[in-house]
């Protein structure tokens, strides 16, 4: 159970190209999920936190302009990379946690951004 | 100081080796303790979860909580190649956020 899928798993294209990630709980419902960024060999940086039929809590030093976030269902949260750079170029990755009680996050298996 | 504290490695062991991973903390409030595996471009896969001090077991895992050093460990039995990965522990926040530590990268050797 408590399995977390994230979509693409690769996206490469041109810069100035808005790009769209997916994550979805296949089998629980999340009120919450979160969004990560990780560099190479780096630990993750928690960029936004996603809640259900609210706006998104960014955080600092995160462009919320840039990183658009929409949790439109208890299922689905999706993140899109605006006008997007050679700088923006990453592993992104999504996590997320069961409604009820002191749950842990589990994660999709993230997004491999090249930008060009 | 750091809220989290990993040592990042590398740790390299020969195979069947007991692998011993550790992370300290500065926030005696918390509560929650998880270890994570992240294999090389994949997302991190939940290990283990505990939230009181003392051991839990799940099979060749073992995931250790002291609340009063403000250390947590986890140890692997019989570690095999398959265990090659980035370990990462994980504390919850007052905010249900997750607090990570630097991850330490594992290599088990035939």
């Known amino acids: 159970g408590a399995v977390v899928s994230q979509h693409p798993s690769r996206v490469i294209c041109k810069s100035g190209t808005s790009v769209k990630i997916e994550c979805r709980s296949l089998d629980f419902q999340a009120t919450t999920m979160f969004w990560y960024r990780q560099f190479p060999k780096q630990s993750l940086m928690l960029m936004a936190t996603s809640n259900e039929g609210s706006k998104a809590t960014y955080e600092q030093g995160v462009e919320k302009d840039k990183f658009l976030i929409n949790h439109a269902s208890l299922t689905l949260s999706t993140l899109t990379v605006t006008s997007a750079h050679p700088e923006d170029s990453s592993f992104y990755i999504c996590?997320?946690?069961?409604?009820?009680?002191?749950?842990?996050?589990?994660f999709g298996d993230g997004t491999r951004l090249s930008i060009l | 100081q750091k809220e989290v504290e990993q040592d990042p490695g590398p740790l390299s062991v020969p195979e069947g080796a007991i692998v011993s991973l550790n992370c300290t903390y500065s926030n005696s409030a918390f509560q929650y303790f998880m270890w994570y595996r992240q294999y090389s471009r994949k997302g991190p896969e939940l290990l283990m979860y505990?939230?009181?001090?003392g051991n839990k077991e799940d099979g060749r895992f073992t995931a250790q909580v002291d609340k009063s050093s403000k250390y947590i460990s986890l140890f692997i039995r019989d570690s095999q190649p398959s265990d090659s990965a980035t370990y990462l522990c994980a504390i919850k926040s007052g905010y249900n956020k997750l607090i990570f530590g630097a991850g330490t990268r594992l290599a088990v050797h035939p």
């Open positions: 505990t939230y009181s001090s």
């Open positions: 996590s997320a946690r069961v409604s009820q009680g002191n749950q842990p996050q589990h």
